[in-house]
Structures are given as structure tokens and as C-alpha cells.
């Protein structure tokens, strides 16, 4: 059974930092591609970023380019998501997900709220 299970996201305020975790389990996370997309309140969902593991090559939206980072253990079989000089309208919640055009696995989420 696939696994997606996110952590890290908490309140921040503007300019700070938060980074953003999830364990996957249930598949070969080594190869496979996997995506960060976001939800902001009374919206609709946004990609984020996404990574193929076996080779680290990396995409993000220009929204966040430049501000987030996404990485892997894959030893640990978890997915990061750097994000700094975080904005308010970073404030979403932030699903973790298998895949990257086609997404097949959705983890259940964790809330970022950047505020003052």
C-alpha cells in the first residue's frame, strides 16, 4: 500500500523559513518522480515542484523559483521541500504526491501559514 505522509508545516512569519518532509512508503521511491503541490484557502490546487529521484533533475513554478528547494533522502525514502522567503500568499496547505504529469498518490497534507 503506497504512503504518503507529509510533515513540517507550521505558522511563519514573512521572510522566515519552513521545510516540509514526507516519508513515502509502498513503492520504489528511488525511481519514481515526486511533486509537491499546494492548495491556498478558497482555491484551487497549484504545482509546486516536482523531482525524478533516481537523477535529482528538478522543476519548479515561477511562483517559487528561487525560494524553495525540493530534495530527497533516498535512503530514508523522504521528500523535501525548502522553502524560504516565504510570502503570505505561500499560505496553503501543501500535499506531497507520487508523481509528476500524471500524479497517482496523494498524501493528506500539512498547513503552512505565513503571518504575521
Known amino acids: 500500500e503506497v504512503q504518503l505522509v507529509e510533515s513540517g508545516g507550521n505558522l511563519v512569519q514573512p521572510g522566515g523559513s519552513l521545510r516540509l518532509s514526507c516519508a513515502a512508503s509502498?513503492?520504489?521511491?528511488?525511481?519514481?518522480?515526486m511533486s509537491w503541490v499546494r492548495q491556498a484557502p478558497g482555491k484551487g490546487l497549484e504545482w509546486v515542484s516536482s523531482i525524478y529521484t533516481y537523477s535529482s533533475t528538478t522543476y519548479y513554478a515561477d511562483s517559487v523559483k528561487g525560494r524553495f528547494t525540493i530534495s530527497t533522502d533516498n535512503a530514508k525514502n523522504t521528500l523535501y521541500l525548502q522553502m524560504d522567503s516565504l510570502k503570505s500568499e505561500d499560505t496553503a496547505v501543501y500535499y506531497c504526491?507520487?508523481?509528476?504529469?500524471?500524479?497517482?498518490?496523494w498524501g493528506k497534507g500539512t498547513l503552512v501559514t505565513v503571518s504575521s
Open positions: 509502498g513503492f520504489t521511491f528511488s525511481s519514481s518522480a
Open positions: 504526491t507520487k508523481g509528476f504529469w500524471v500524479i497517482d498518490y
